[in-house]
């Protein structure tokens, strides 16, 4: 292990990880094979699987995101269900790749967010890991984001100092972008230092408007937010929130905003707006509301990285670029990670700095006490 001019110590030997990531989406579980190279060199994926969330499972997790009864129960029962799922994903993983359970040091397996209250001191992801640890044969890591928390820490983004690893360019301030059920952007400084920050609704409340109205899981590729009229007098209204105004470090979630919170602003308009325009003002929302951050902490951005499951809403994007004249908006893909697989990728590399007793938080993004070594091991 060398140690670096920081003070951090570099890893000296290269390994294979697994991360495993079911956002708050709700769409399905993404799972990267990642190989870490020595000394600090750029990691690669070296395999993905998907599966989709069951209907049932997709339904209690929403569920579980708001007081219910025997919410003890259907936690656990909910839980046990996502590790069958994630130990799915690790058999196709290994299949498609050749490789045996032996082969890989350890799975990092985020779980289910269904509360964040890092302002309580708690933050809650749903999982089961000592049974997805008997059902694959491997190690998990799990458990990210508390230790975070009870640092004084946000818990969130921990991305970024991935991002910088995979996305950092020299003599250039770059922007990642994770458009997941929430936003979180990553500051990759030209000078070398890392920020971050979550910037508000990402994928949330556009996909539970779709279903609401359309019965369909999300709008593909913004089609339908494509076909309505920005409602200028609720966008304005939704930006409003003290949300956006606040200063980072600073973490969102469902906690924040919700169905409930859409129905709050629209009850406030004296008609409401036809259902195709609620959905491009929620494409708007986002769009500003990461366009709006981006400008304020990164005036000199020379780019914008694009990731996650909203990287493939064209519709978005689009407003996103026209929101941000000057900075190219490109898609992961162009730099080697497909969208989708960025953020399982993320925590493939954050269980391998667990392993390594080497922190994964970074302070100036998360407002910790200082850099912590981050999840809790289940040996296989």
């Not at 190279?37 to 708001?66: C, D, I, K, S």
């Not at 770059?174 to 979550?198: E, I, P, W």
């Not at 409602?231 to 906690?255: C, E, I, Y």
Request: one cysteine or more.
């Amino acid at each position: 292990m060398a140690a670096t001019s920081s003070g951090w110590r570099v890893p000296t030997e290269s390994a294979l990880t697994i991360g495993l990531m079911s956002g708050t989406s709700l769409d399905g579980v993404d799972g990267v094979l990642l190989h870490s190279p020595p000394a600090g060199a750029t990691p690669q994926v070296r395999g993905h699987a998907a599966r989709p969330f069951p209907a049932g499972l997709r339904a209690e997790f929403l569920a579980l995101n708001t007081a219910g009864p025997d919410e003890l129960h259907r936690s656990a029962c909910a839980s046990r269900q996502l590790a069958d799922l994630y130990a799915s994903v690790v058999a196709d993983l290994l299949q498609s790749t050749g490789l045996s359970a032996s082969d890989v040091r350890a799975i990092g397996a985020h779980g289910q967010t269904v509360r964040h209250r890092p302002d309580l001191g708690y933050t809650v992801q749903l999982n089961a890991p000592a049974l997805l640890a008997e059902r694959t044969g491997i190690a998990v890591v799990a458990d990210f984001r508390s230790r975070d928390v009870a640092a004084g820490g946000q818990g969130a983004p921990l991305v970024p100092v991935f991002h910088r690893a995979v996305f950092a360019a020299e003599g250039e301030d770059v922007a990642a972008l994770n458009l997941g059920g929430f936003a979180n952007l990553s500051l990759l400084h030209a000078d070398g230092r890392t920020l971050g920050f979550d910037t508000g609704p990402g994928n949330v409340l556009l996909d539970q408007w779709a279903q609401r109205h359309t019965g369909q899981p999300f709008d593909r590729d913004g089609a339908w937010a494509a076909s309505g009229t920005v409602h200028d007098a609720l966008l304005h209204a939704m930006l409003a929130d003290p949300f956006f105004s606040r200063p980072a470090p600073k973490s969102t979630g469902r906690d924040d905003f919700h169905p409930a919170w859409i129905e709050h602003h629209l009850a406030r308009l004296a008609m409401p707006p036809a259902p195709q325009d609620v959905q491009a003002t929620l494409s708007a929302l986002t769009a500003r509301s990461v366009a709006d951050a981006l400008r304020r902490a990164m005036p000199q951005v020379g780019r914008l990285v694009v990731c996650g499951g909203g990287a493939r809403n064209g519709d978005l994007l689009r407003r996103l670029q026209a929101a941000l004249p000057g900075v190219p908006c490109q898609r992961s893909d162009a730099h080697g990670i497909p969208a989708e697989q960025v953020e399982a990728a993320a925590f493939a590399w954050l269980a391998r700095q667990t392993l390594l007793g080497l922190p994964g938080n970074l302070p100036a993004v998360t407002g910790a006490a200082g850099p912590r070594v981050l999840g809790a091991i289940y040996p296989a």
